[in-house]
């Protein structure tokens, strides 16, 4: 007797005798649901949703060179214009502490504490506010080299900060 094969007197049984009426219901009650409900399409533009959105963040910026000749791609690069960047004296802090420019930039020094300060340069020659810098005014100062230059408060050596001009 092979037990793998039907024998020609077994009877085939009923699906119902394999599972219970309640389960073969509810069986095919979800999978119509499943069919029915749209949920792949949901998580279909989900996904497609999710992927422009890193696109869109995770992009680099495109040149904006769009005349297609090489020789144009290739000259000088255009000056970067000036900024004027504000530099804030408050608590005994200034803040930023360390701050990157271009050269040719400007620099406020605002003096937000109560009492007035005066401003002095460690390593640049004319560097100085020149006199207080009352609270609420500002001392402006063009960096035209490059370099790393110290800066601190007169009236206080350990107040002090940095500009990095590139």
Request: net charge neutral.
């Amino acid at each position: 007797m092979d037990i793998g094969r039907p024998q020609p007197n077994d009877e085939p049984k009923q699906s119902a005798e394999l599972y219970p009426a309640e389960f073969a219901v509810s069986k095919v009650e979800a999978s119509r649901l499943l069919k029915n409900s749209g949920l792949p399409w949901l998580l279909i533009v989900l996904v497609l949703v999710l992927l422009a959105l890193s696109v869109n963040i995770f992009r680099q910026p495109v040149a904006s060179d769009t005349s297609g000749t090489i020789s144009s791609s290739v000259g000088p690069t255009p000056a970067v214009q000036p900024r004027v960047y504000t530099v804030s004296y408050r608590n005994g802090v200034f803040s930023p502490t360390n701050l990157r420019i271009h050269a040719g930039d400007t620099v406020r020094f605002k003096n937000e504490s109560i009492f007035p300060i005066r401003i002095v340069g460690d390593d640049l020659v004319g560097f100085d506010s020149i006199g207080d810098v009352p609270q609420g005014s500002f001392f402006a100062f063009t960096f035209a080299a490059r370099g790393i230059f110290s800066y601190h408060n007169e009236k206080s050596l350990d107040e002090s900060a940095t500009i990095i001009v590139r």
